[in-house]
């Protein structure tokens, strides 16, 4: 995924962006920012779906949440992404972390916990890359995701939701300090980060949903005890396989 290759090989070292890199640090921190994120109950309630258990980071990026995970007292976690930059900086927490692409998931339900942070709407068809994630999921584990929430593609100028591929022919006929820049203008705009914005706008493919559209596809799964906390810009959901 040449797109991200690019992202984290350069824009993470850049000196505009140093600020930002303590985000990718493996610390408590990220522990805090997890639970905080994505709703999931700690490592000390009885009920948790991380401590002990086998998990899998699908989509992993540099290791932000695996570390999270690791830290929830994990038994096991596989981490994987199709960037392999970002696999460079996962290892380093994780020695095992590996590339791979997510289209090439076979049904395999042996994790109890499945995380897919910022991804499936980066693929070419989200519902069926949602498919693929699920299928790892074994009976009462939890698969969570957190996808773009399409109430915020106004904000976006265009970037994201169904004009997305449309205006990434733009995007990609600027050069890297006018992305840069661009991105910038982003953050004086709207707030965030550029590192966040540039995330945000450099795919091919920024697809968005609503909540009640990714519940569904939960449900079409076999996935119930759904819950939704909504996080700024983005839809945090996650489900129990029934």
């Known amino acids: 995924?040449?797109?991200?290759?690019?992202?984290?090989?350069?824009?993470?070292?850049?000196?505009?962006?140093?600020?930002?890199?303590?985000?990718?640090?493996?610390?408590?921190?990220?522990?805090?920012?997890?639970?905080?994120?994505?709703?999931?109950?700690?490592?000390?309630?009885?009920?948790?779906?991380?401590?002990?258990?086998?998990?899998?980071?699908?989509?992993?990026g540099p290791g932000r949440w695996t570390c999270a995970i690791q830290r929830l007292g994990a038994k096991k976690v596989d981490s994987f992404d199709l960037s392999e930059e970002a696999i460079k900086r996962c290892k380093e927490i994780n020695p095992d972390a590996y590339m791979f692409d997510i289209w090439d998931l076979k049904p395999n339900p042996v994790y109890d916990f499945v995380l897919s942070w910022g991804v499936l709407h980066h693929t070419e068809k989200p519902r069926e890359a949602f498919t693929k994630v699920a299928s790892q999921v074994k009976?009462?584990?939890?698969?969570?995701?957190?996808?773009?929430?399409?109430?915020?593609?106004?904000?976006?100028?265009?970037?994201?939701?169904?004009?997305?591929?449309?205006?990434?022919?733009?995007?990609?006929?600027?050069?890297?300090?006018?992305?840069?820049?661009?991105?910038?203008?982003?953050?004086?705009?709207?707030r965030g980060n550029i590192h966040g914005w540039f995330d945000a706008l450099n795919p091919t493919y920024n697809w968005s949903y609503s909540a009640s559209e990714i519940e569904q596809w939960f449900e079409e799964e076999g996935f119930t005890e759904i819950k939704l906390k909504m996080v700024k810009q983005n839809i945090n959901m996650n489900g129990i396989l029934s």
């Open 1 to 60: 995924m040449a797109d991200f290759d690019y992202q984290w090989k350069n824009l993470l070292g850049k000196e505009v962006l140093e600020k930002e890199e303590e985000k990718f640090e493996c610390n408590n921190d990220r522990v805090k920012e997890f639970l905080h994120l994505t709703g999931i109950k700690p490592w000390y309630k009885k009920d948790s779906f991380i401590k002990n258990k086998t998990c899998l980071d699908a989509g992993c």
């Open 139 to 190: 009976k009462n584990g939890m698969l969570h995701v957190m996808i773009y929430n399409k109430e915020n593609d106004w904000a976006y100028d265009g970037f994201r939701g169904e004009t997305c591929v449309e205006k990434h022919k733009y995007w990609v006929t600027l050069s890297d300090k006018e992305k840069i820049k661009l991105c910038e203008d982003m953050v004086k705009k709207r």
